[in-house]
């Protein structure tokens, strides 16, 4: 007799674990479209810089608006507890790596200064980009009128996991169907990484969802909690609830995926699985314009007393511009990630990042296993 | 022509193989509640430390149940061998590598004192807290009446595999109904790891089942034996047990998975496995209270002609509080046990363990193979 | 209610990850027949050098037709911008790492002078060996007609991914019907690894497929741009599209296998998977007579924004007679690469290579975890 | 479309991925009977020492048959090519790493002297041992007359593959049915790894197969030519062969799974996935009455041209009787191995051999990533 089976577990896939099928047809590259939009917005790249104070400040927000893509900056780290961040990025980077955890236990623990969220909002709407900004679910309706008076352009709510419905008895959880008609600004929300959950956030009305939970380069949240799901699964499980959610409503709702990124191909895959944007932290922070200075770390909201952040370096590589668009003499697929996204897209015979949503895709062995291990045992 | 089949082999699954996925709702942390039932005994945390010297003593006993769990003490290792078992705990850990495994098979062939049972036993009880000590199945007929008289108050039969009917024509086996009868208080049983077995022991009417078999750190039962199941599998098999013996008894006689946890995110998987509790070792033996002074070996048994446990260097790394309850500033998912438990649950929308039970799992890679390679990569 | 799939996701597996399986009968090794047919050309070994600058040179094709194979010289690598490639080559050879990429990048800028075409091409048909060439898709209405002046025997037309559809608004795409009708010689055509794409390149007429995205030692392109599909799975796909097209035309269009091989074993796995020949790099690069001294770099058309290939040391080991023939006393498969064929048709009890397309394979750990974790560990 | 499959890849085995699975019943090891039985001969050990040099000489197939086991002398090695191997063995053991391959190549070319075959079989019997030697197919009809009239007890016809029918124009190849007829004694022949192939030999008439191909530590087979199937899925393919062969002559003829074997559980699983005996080779290399000196080498046929065996050093540790019988101190499993046997059959509950053939097995993850990931990392 067969064992009964208390739990169904569904095999799922990160980056290394999948590779894309060349199509029947190929294109030429500079005919790709890889335009993004969320509601009154498009972005000529699908790239997002993270909410991370590693990635983005003002200047890196104004940087990549320029450049076609969006950064969003987090009203809760760095940026919104001291007048000059500045002297605290170049204190996290000098620190040991023994000392580190406790310093940014520390200096997450200054409160945030309303004043100062105007300001940097401010500061970006002034240079004429296009300004997104992220507060917590839990913060959210004490920033939201702020962020809203301030004329942000777009609004990230965002925590580890987010739901459409909060349970707790101290507190009435953030309703997003109330959030959206009380300012007038596209909101993004997440992260989550289920079917559910994600067909319930777009339900509420909300203009795009985060996709990704636990596979940073810098998060430990699969270590710590046993919790996450690997980024091409999440992808394409929150991709089936777009399209849900298109045939049930008409209306198509963007996902994001959010997180674990390390090269071009990645970028790629994500699109391959269903992505309609990359959300990039790890990559950017290389740049030399990024504010972390050769370093990154942590999660948008350390949690004090059981912190799943950890600061890893990533070294300065090169302008944004290069890691971007390129050109590059490396090969590793770290830089010119557009030009990456649009040969692979060529190859796949595709125009556009909706038809890239049809490539096949193959669940494949690490690239270690095969070609690389020559170049590795010959080193 | 398909080749006959000879044998059914099912994919097994451990800890490091699958990830749990967040809920479609979610809720606060401080409102789940995690208490763990055996008969008439309530701990307020699912937690209990393993029967091992390394981890379990008197002192070590009597704080694990003032911080709301218990520790089993093994009645047949070095805490009733020795008046004194502190030298002998010193010895161990000052031998050199090389003098290990002779030395554990010097110290523990050592006789048994049956005075220091009752000894030990009234140590922990007069200190108010909950006693739990544990014997082999070949001793219980043996040790069973002197831990009644002492008034321990629960029996923990442990051996690396334990079933309901056991052959031997040199003696016999061990009737777990008749020991329920003969002994007034709840017995644990284990270890067992497949579905018939364990429902076959709920039968005898014992108490709740240990499971596990060869996935401990300090145990080689998989290399010497080649016997052994994953964890998350024997769980799932032995939640299934449970489930049916409930059906048909309409008792819950819970389950408490034993060995091979390395950090938070391990515990919160064992119970979204369908584990009432979980058994603990080598995270304890780094307390600073533990009797193993930053040293873990072992099984509780040895056999003097086969050995399967090798002494480990764990470290001694802050006291049982900080590892169970935080804070911490570490970001491995080693300490604040308690603090992820009820994080994940949080995450997964869920208020009991029960409902923890439920939650939906996935066969993922482990994390190293996404986000933390390139952490490795960059030291 | 299960999760709907957004898409499905195929297994493939490369070479390290499949063994085959023995015959029930067993043959003579001599008595395998391993000729290779390209329309009017039969080569006695199915194997073919690659057409990459560490590879082939003339003197180089030469000496493999001479041992019964061929060698495809790519008319734009360094044989055809340079008059002197040796001084070229030499410099690649003696560069530091640091500096290769730009290096390769210098080199290959340099413009392609057409009348070293045909020098190349006469140099080898005057030693009264097979001459093939190879020229990319964008290049082979320019560069066709002088091959076919030249009196090259076979054209090879290849790119990372060629389908028989390309779509540009800059250009108009190569139509490889009209080519076919328009030079008077063989053309292989690749690369390609879907049963779809293979098929159709096939109904354009051509007379082979090459088959290989993503695997080779020298190249990048599953990092960079995701794309790939490991080579047991491309080549049994590619296969099924030769037995389809030959039910429909009569036609059989031999398929190659190139690229990622790194030992005897590879080989008659790739056979094994349905390939009539295969192309190999790296193995060939370590023959005295290679003009790569001793290192392997690139794919063939570097990309100069974007480049996906590295250089390799692969070292020189021994005469190319001796690593297609042996005799050897290396152990790891690298060297008498027809005396493995050989010996495992005859282990799988096979007269042909179309016999040895119907032996059975087996998904297989890697032989790592088996034997050799002995080995590895002893030393 | 789905594309159409090629040829369908079956999932194998290997000893580091499956874990027995305890019985709902355990026994009394002492109680187990592990008996092997070879027509008129009963080991009371389950367990042939390989046809290797390194491994069997005369005084070692003395002392094996004396401890209840058997193990088979090579009549093509250096035993019977030279009056005084125990000179060539110490030249081996001395070589330096560089110049073994060539040097085992040399001391393999001298001729077999026929006089020495019978010489060291009556070595053997006199003793009162029983004596088991080898021969290769090729060599069978020379040598099968000679063993005869030395009156060996058992002739092991092996070779890496050996199916029933051999094809080849240059000889005739040999026929089991009549090999069988032509000598008063048991026949083992192998080597084979498949259903269809063992079934064949089966119906010969011989009286044992040997399954493996490619496993061994000290073999390179499926590097060299991509042939082999791992050893679990190899033992049931072919026990399945052995069942169906039972129903069809009612006849019983033991499989004895030969190579690749590390320590004690390595041997349980195979008797747990259908083998009746093992035959090993580097764990008894290490016994201090091995020929090899601590070291262990090649195939028992070495191919002048294509070599699959490399030396491997693996040390001497202990008497055979240690290895087998123990008592032992370390807990890596390789000695004790009967202990090992007897134990795991007793935690599965079974008293024979034959029962052991139902026990479950799950495919489990290597224990490195378990358990061992901590102990790893801790040193």
Redesign the interface.
């Known amino acids: 007799m067969a064992?009964?089976?208390?739990?169904q577990?569904?095999?799922?896939?990160?980056?290394?674990?999948?590779?894309?099928?060349?199509?029947?047809?190929?294109?030429?590259p500079?005919?790709t479209n890889i335009d993004f939009k969320i509601e009154g917005f498009t972005l000529s790249i699908p790239v997002i810089a993270s909410a991370m104070d590693a990635v983005t400040d003002v200047n890196f927000a104004i940087l990549m608006s320029k450049l076609g893509g969006l950064a969003v900056l987090n009203l809760e780290g760095l940026q919104t507890r001291y007048d000059n961040p500045q002297e605290i990025l170049s204190e996290i980077a000098q620190a040991p790596d023994a000392e580190i955890?406790?310093l940014l236990?520390k200096v997450y623990s200054q409160p945030i200064k309303e004043n100062l969220i105007g300001e940097r909002i401010q500061a970006i709407k002034k240079s004429g980009a296009v300004c997104a900004v992220s507060v917590a679910p839990t913060n959210t309706k004490r920033f939201a009128p702020i962020v809203a008076e301030a004329q942000a352009d777009i609004l990230v709510v965002q925590s580890?996991?987010?739901?459409?419905?909060?349970?707790?008895?101290?507190?009435r959880g953030l309703i997003f169907s109330e959030l959206r008609k009380s300012i007038p600004m596209p909101i993004l929300v997440g992260n989550?990484?289920?079917?559910?959950?994600c067909l319930?956030l777009m339900r509420t009305g909300i203009s795009g969802v985060l996709v990704g939970?636990?596979?940073?380069?810098?998060?430990?949240t699969?270590?710590?909690?046993?919790?996450?799901?690997?980024?091409i699964?999440a992808t394409?499980?929150c991709?089936?609830a777009r399209?849900?959610y298109r045939r049930e409503s008409g209306r198509y709702v963007p996902i994001i995926t959010d997180?674990?990124f390390?090269?071009?191909?990645?970028?790629?895959?994500a699109l391959?699985?269903?992505a309609d944007a990359v959300m990039i932290g790890?990559i950017l922070a290389q740049a030399k314009e990024a504010p972390g200075l050769g370093y990154h770390w942590g999660m948008s909201h350390p949690?004090?007393?059981?912190?799943?952040?950890?600061r890893?370096?990533?070294?300065t590589t090169s302008p944004l511009q290069q890691i971007l668009f390129?050109?590059?003499?490396?090969?590793?697929?770290s830089q010119?990630l557009i030009?990456?996204v649009r040969?692979?897209m060529g190859?796949?015979?595709v125009l556009t990042i909706q038809e890239m949503h049809k490539v096949?895709?193959?669940?494949?062995?690490?690239?270690t296993?095969?070609?690389?291990?020559?170049?590795l045992s010959?080193?």
Chains 1, 2, 3, 4 share one sequence.
């Not at 064992?3 to 739990?7: A, L, S």
């Not at 095999?11 to 190929?26: C, K, L, N, Q, W």
């Not at 699969?222 to 980024?231: A, N, W």
């Not at 390129?326 to 697929?333: H, I, K, Q, R, W």
């Open positions: 064992t009964p089976q208390f739990k577990l569904r095999r799922s896939y990160g980056f290394d674990e999948v590779a894309i099928v060349p199509g029947d047809v190929t294109v030429n500079d005919q955890t406790p236990q580890t996991v987010t739901s459409a419905r909060h349970i707790s008895k101290s507190y989550c990484v289920s079917y559910n959950a319930e939970v636990g596979p940073g380069a810098a998060c430990t699969r270590e710590v909690l046993g919790v996450g799901v690997p980024q699964t394409m499980d991709a089936a399209e849900e997180g674990g390390r090269k071009g191909g990645d970028l790629c895959k391959a699985a269903g790890s949690h004090p007393a059981l912190p799943r952040g950890t890893i370096k990533v070294g390129g050109p590059t003499s490396v090969t590793d697929g010119n030009g990456a040969t692979a190859i796949c015979g096949e895709m193959m669940v494949a062995p690490a690239i296993t095969e070609g690389k291990s020559w170049q010959s080193h």
